[in-house]
């Protein structure tokens, strides 16, 4: 991977808090409240917004959806084979099954970290639904898998990197794009 170099914010932290306080309007809307409801993040930053989304379901239903962490490290189809993943801990201390489970990442792209959830869910048993909340869908699907609920749709080439920053991983809430110094001069 070469060097990147910021593009661009196209988030600030208003924004992404308006985006999670719409997502989680539509998830109590299309499910009838949070009865039922369960979140589970996907390490590692769709864990921090897990916990942002169930605090927002709160603030509208007066009740916390269950709250989860899958690790699909070991799942993944599109890691090489030499390569050992580091793993890190599934906590889904509730039953998934018969349950409404949102499923949450900061970014979709190929959608390979989707399918990879969705083994993993699986494995743990069987929901009545699974329906996928993004921060950012940036196209490019090589899988055929959409986001149900997304915070801003973000058109981007294969040379640019989109990052959601988390105030509690990186200091603060913003994404921004990136992009590979190599390969912007080669394409102008």
Known sequence: MGDYVRKAT???????????TRIAHEICERNEGAK???IVGIVSRGVPLASILASEIESIEGTRPPVGELDVSFYRDDISRSIVPVRHATSIPFSINNANVVLIDDVLYTGRTVRSALDALIDLGRPRTVQLAVMIDRGHRELPIRADYVGKNVPSSHTEDVRVHLKDIDGDNSVTIWEDAAKKGGLQ
């Not at 196209?10 to 999670?20: K, L, P, V």
């Open 10 to 20: 196209i988030m600030d932290a208003d924004a992404m808090r308006r985006a999670m």
């Open 36 to 38: 039922n409801l369960v």
